[in-house]
C-alpha cells in the first residue's frame, strides 16, 4: 500500500471517529418488578397471614406506595375483617405514581376520593382515572378548614375503610378537625423529633425541605387516643404512622416506634434555616 493511501485511510478512520452517530434513546419499558410485587400483594389479600408474635414490619410491601404502606394496609385489612373493595380518601398524591392507596383503585376495584393541589401533578392524576368512574379526583388544598367540606362535596362516607394524609405541614390540624370516622388512618410523621416528643408545628406553616415540618409520633399517638385510636405501627423508613379504630381488629402486638430512615439509608432533611418553633401540645 503507498504512503499516499496510508496517510487517506488515516484521515477517513479520524473522521469517522469524530463523527459518531447520536446515543440510542434510552429504551422505555413496563418494570417487570411492579408485576411481580402485584402478584405478591394480591396473595396477601387472599388471606396469608403475617407469622404470629412479632409486630407488622414482616408485611411491609411496596407496589404502588412510596415505602411498604401496600403491604401493611392489606395485613391490617386482613386483620380487621373487612374483605372485598371499600372506599378510600387519599390527598397530597401527587400524579399518583407513589401514593397508599393507588393498588386498592387499581387492581382490587376500591371507590374513593384523590386530591392534589398542584396543577401540574393533577393535570396528570385526572387522566390517570378520567375513564374510571370509581375514583373520584379532585383539585384543592386540604385545610383543617375545609377538610370536612371537601369530603362532604366528594360524597365520602363516613366510615371509610382508608383514609391516608400527607401534606408535609398541618397533618396534625386536619386529623384533629376531621369528623369522619375511617377504619384505617395513615398520617405521616416527623421522625427526625423524638418518637415520645408531644411537639407539632405552627398552623398554616409550609414545608420548606428541611426537617421542620408535621408533629412528632407521640403527639399523634396523644391525639389519636382522643378521637379513638391506637398505634399499630410504623414503617421501616419512619415516615407513616397506621392508626387503627379501637372497636376493630384483634390484640395488636406492640408496634415499633421509628426514627426517620429515608430510602432506607438513614437519610434525614437538612436543618430549618429560619428557625422556627414547634408547640408542645402537652403544655397546651
Request: proline content about 8%; glycine content about 8%; charged content about 25%.
Amino acid at each position: 500500500m503507498s504512503r499516499e493511501r496510508q496517510l487517506a485511510r488515516r484521515v477517513v478512520h479520524r473522521v469517522k471517529t469524530r463523527i459518531r452517530p447520536p446515543a440510542p434513546a434510552p429504551h422505555r419499558e413496563t418494570p417487570r418488578d411492579y408485576f411481580l410485587a402485584q402478584s405478591e400483594l394480591l396473595h396477601r389479600y387472599a388471606g396469608r397471614p403475617v407469622p404470629p408474635g412479632i409486630d407488622l414490619t414482616p408485611a411491609e410491601l411496596r407496589v404502588s406506595s412510596q415505602n411498604g404502606e401496600d403491604g401493611i394496609i392489606a395485613e391490617i385489612m386482613r386483620r380487621i375483617g373487612h374483605s372485598g373493595p371499600g372506599y378510600f380518601v387519599e390527598f397530597g398524591v401527587e400524579s399518583g405514581i407513589e401514593a397508599n392507596c393507588v393498588f386498592l383503585a387499581d387492581a382490587l376495584g376500591w371507590s374513593g376520593l384523590l386530591i392534589e393541589a398542584d396543577p401540574e401533578f393533577y393535570s396528570r392524576l385526572e387522566r390517570r382515572y378520567r375513564a374510571n368512574p370509581r375514583v373520584r379526583t379532585l383539585q384543592s388544598f386540604v385545610t383543617p378548614e375545609n377538610i370536612e367540606r371537601l369530603l362532604d362535596e366528594a360524597g365520602a362516607p363516613d366510615e371509610p375503610e382508608v383514609f391516608s394524609i400527607d401534606i408535609d405541614s398541618d397533618d396534625y390540624y386536619v386529623w384533629e378537625q376531621l369528623e369522619r370516622r375511617p377504619k384505617l388512618l395513615i398520617i405521616e410523621y416527623n421522625g427526625q423529633l423524638p418518637v415520645d416528643a408531644m411537639l407539632v408545628q405552627q398552623r398554616g406553616e409550609t414545608w420548606r425541605a428541611t426537617d421542620y415540618y408535621g408533629a412528632s409520633l407521640g403527639a399523634l399517638e396523644a391525639l389519636g387516643r382522643q378521637k379513638g385510636y391506637r398505634l399499630v405501627h410504623t414503617d421501616l423508613a419512619g415516615v407513616n404512622a397506621f392508626f387503627v379504630r379501637d372497636d376493630l381488629g384483634e390484640q395488636w402486638p406492640e408496634p415499633p416506634r421509628r426514627s426517620t430512615n429515608f430510602f432506607l439509608i438513614g437519610y434525614e432533611h437538612p436543618p430549618d434555616a429560619d428557625g422556627r418553633q414547634y408547640i408542645d401540645v402537652a403544655a397546651g
